[in-house]
């Protein structure tokens, strides 16, 4: 069982920055995959980014490529994602999720999530 528990959401005007944190329990985390997901009301929970265990492997939807930056420190059982250029269209929920077997877009192979952090970004 892996617990995730994700931090630093707020509000930022555009153009600005966040750094999301997500912390995992548990003695495992460095052989999960990482994902971000995140979801604004009635819509699908969308990719954002995803990491390997070790870190040296990631990927990245299309809308955040060169912008998001997904990394990992297995020491500290926790992966980042840094936001920079942020746009409103990237307001909503952030989610951080954990996949034993990869960390690919889809949804369904992963196995734990966490509960989520609002990120709002103003025009």
């Known amino acids: 069982q892996v617990q995730l528990v994700e931090s630093g959401g707020g509000l930022v005007q555009a153009g600005g920055s966040l750094r999301l944190s997500c912390v995992a329990s548990?003695?495992?985390?460095?052989?999960?995959?990482m994902g971000w997901f995140r979801q604004t009301p009635g819509k699908e929970r969308k990719f954002v980014a995803g990491?390997?265990?070790?870190?040296?492997?990631?990927n990245y939807a299309d809308s955040v490529e060169g912008r998001f930056t997904i990394s990992r420190d297995n020491a500290k059982n926790t992966v980042y994602l840094q936001m920079n250029s942020l746009e409103p269209e990237d307001t909503a929920i952030y989610y951080c999720?954990?996949?034993?077997?990869?960390?690919?877009?889809?949804?369904?192979?992963?196995?734990?999530w966490g509960q989520g952090t609002q990120v709002t970004v103003s025009s």
């Open positions: 999720a954990a996949d034993r077997t990869g960390w690919g877009p889809r949804r369904v192979e992963y196995d734990y």
């Open positions: 990491i390997s265990p070790s870190g040296a492997s990631t």
């Open positions: 548990g003695r495992t985390f460095s052989s999960y995959g």
